[in-house]
C-alpha cells in the first residue's frame, strides 16, 4: 500500500526526564510524554546526530497524547548526556530494548519508530540483535531508512565516511557535536535483508525531497517486507524528523497500531 501525505499541525509539550540503562552497562538520557491511561506507548529512536527533542518532536508527542498514546525518547549511546560511544547501529539495539522496556511499563502495547540511524537500529532490535533479544511489540515505523550500506556520493555522504571512518573527522564530530563515535565499527546486515523475516505491521515513511537517502531506498524496503506493510512518501520531507514528517509518522503509527 502506498500514500502520498501532507503536512500537519505544528504545536509544542514539555515531557518529564527519564534515564534508561541497557543490559551492556550504557546509561541514555531520555524524556516521556504521558497520558492518563495510556491505551499504547510509542518509542522514538532519532538519527545519528539528530536531537532527540525540538519543535517537531514536540508537535508528533501531542497528536500522540491526544490519542491516548505514550512517547518515549532517548539520545541514543554516544550522543548528548547518554554514556558510551555511537557505533552507527551495531550496538544501538540494546538502546532500543531499554527503551521498550520502559515504555512496556505503562502500555501494553507498544509501537517503535526508527529514524535514520535509528531506523537500522530499531529494525536490528526487532529482528533480534540486541543482547536480551526483543519484547513483543504491536508494529515498527521506519522513517528516513537507508536499505542497503552505501552513502550518497554527495558533499553530505562524504561527510558522514569522514566523520565516522576517520580519526580526525570523529574528532571534529566530537568537538563540533558532542557526539562519541567509537573507533571499531562493523555492520550488522544490510536492512533490506532484515527486513524480510519481521512478523510485526511495518510502515516505511520517506521524504520525497531526502537528498541524504533517496526515496527509492524506502521502496525497496517496502517491497521487501513481509504484508502487513505500508509505503508512505512525504512531499516536502526532507531527511530525518522535520514539521512535514510528524503528521506522517503519527498516522504510521497509527496505522500499525491498528494492524499489530
Known sequence: MQDVVSQGPVRTSAPEPLVLHTRDGVTLAGARWCTDRPDAAVVFNPGFLMPAQGRSMASLADILVARGVDLVVFEPRGHGASSGESTIGQLEPNDVA????????????VALVGMSMGAIS????????????????????????????????NPKGLLAAFGTRTPIG????????????????????????????LTVPVAVV????????????GRAL???????RRLMLVPGMGH????????????????????G
Do not use: Q
Open 98 to 109: 531499554a527503551a521498550v522496556a520502559a515504555a512496556a511499563e505503562r502500555a501494553s502495547r
Open 122 to 153: 530499531a529494525l536490528g532490535y526487532v529482528c533480534g540483535l540486541a543482547l536480551d533479544g526483543a519484547a513483543p511489540l504491536a508494529g515498527l515505523v521506519l522513517v528516513s531508512a537507508p536499505s542497503r550500506w552505501r552513502l550518497p556520493r
Open 170 to 197: 570523529r574528532a571534529g564530530v566530537r568537538a563540533l557535536f558532542g557526539v562519541r563515535v567509537a573507533r571499531h565499527l562493523g555492520l550488522p546486515p544490510p536492512p533490506v535483508e532484515l527486513i524480510g523475516t
Open 206 to 217: 520517506h521524504g520525497l525531497r531526502d537528498r541524504f537517502i533517496a526515496h527509492r531506498d
Open 222 to 228: 517496502h517491497d521487501a517486507a513481509p504484508e502487513p
Open 240 to 259: 530525518g524528523l522535520n514539521p512535514p514528517a510528524v503528521a506522517a509518522i503519527a498516522d504510521a503509527v497509527a496505522w500499525v497500531l491498528e494492524h
